[in-house]
């Protein structure tokens, strides 16, 4: 970030209860600089406050390294509609032991993503071009995960039909969420069983001086996602799970 070193950063990071290697901070601010620069061309962030990113893109992406049990060594994770690179590129950045796969429908982000792949020289992460809904349908990628993720995509229950078709029973969804998951947490309950999951208690994610309701939700799989599941491209959000959709 423009105003900000890496021994400040660093102790962002410390101060939300994140671990991290030394060398995060500067591959943070590297991957920073790249989206900044792309972001003058094409639309990648709308965020433009520099401390306000800090947060909401890196630190809000690292959150679950809090929690040892959300992303076990060596894990293979998935982030389906990964946009800039969030969640997927910083907990890359920040685990090395992660397997990361970062899916996204518009090719364009995806060479953003190989440009700072490239310049960061990130050997842990494999691009994806594909809509949720059909990437989940390659056998390549169906329940091959032991994390599927997403941040700020869509309402838990269309969520749910998003990332559980790409989890192995046995691994989780883990669903970045703000102030409606209240409203949304029945709904989303419901479509999870059908999926072949179980949503489990949301996880507090405090950020000191801030007064953002972010939680992380996680799904445990439970069983196999019936093969009908996604439905077609455009249908988990026409007609979410839950509510009459199936």
């Known amino acids: 970030m423009k105003g900000m070193t890496q021994e400040q950063l660093a102790a962002r990071l410390n101060a939300c209860g994140i671990p991290f290697r030394p060398e995060l901070p500067g591959l943070l601010l590297r991957y920073h600089a790249l989206l900044m620069d792309w972001n003058t061309r094409m639309d990648l962030t709308a965020v433009t406050d520099e401390d306000e990113m800090v947060d909401r893109h890196y630190?809000?992406?690292l959150m679950p390294l809090r929690d040892a049990?959300?992303?076990p060594v060596g894990a293979r994770l998935i982030d389906v509609g990964t946009g800039a690179g969030?969640?997927?590129m910083p907990l890359a950045l920040a685990r090395p032991d992660l397997r990361v796969t970062l899916l996204d429908a518009q090719q364009k982000r995806l060479n953003f993503l190989q440009a700072v792949m490239d310049e960061l020289h990130v050997e842990n992460v494999t691009l994806r071009h594909a809509r949720a809904e059909d990437g989940a349908k390659d056998?390549?990628?169906r329940e091959q995960f032991d994390v599927a993720a997403a941040r700020a995509v869509a309402p838990l229950a269309v969520l749910a039909e998003y990332l559980l078709p790409y989890v192995r029973v046995g691994g989780c969804a883990l669903c970045w969420k703000g102030p409606a998951?209240?409203?949304?947490?029945?709904?989303?309950r419901r479509a999870a069983h059908l999926l072949g999951g179980r949503a489990e208690e949301a996880i507090p994610c405090g950020f000191p001086g801030r007064t953002w309701e972010h939680r992380l939700l996680p799904i445990r799989k439970t069983e196999k996602?019936?093969?009908?599941?996604?439905?077609?491209?455009?249908?988990?959000s026409k007609a979410p799970l839950?509510?009459?959709g199936k």
């Open 59 to 61: 630190v809000d992406s």
């Open 69 to 71: 049990l959300l992303l």
């Open 86 to 88: 969030f969640p997927g």
């Open 139 to 141: 056998p390549a990628l």
């Open 181 to 188: 998951l209240e409203e949304e947490l029945e709904q989303g």
């Open 225 to 236: 996602t019936a093969r009908q599941y996604p439905r077609k491209a455009g249908m988990p």
């Open 242 to 244: 839950g509510t009459g």
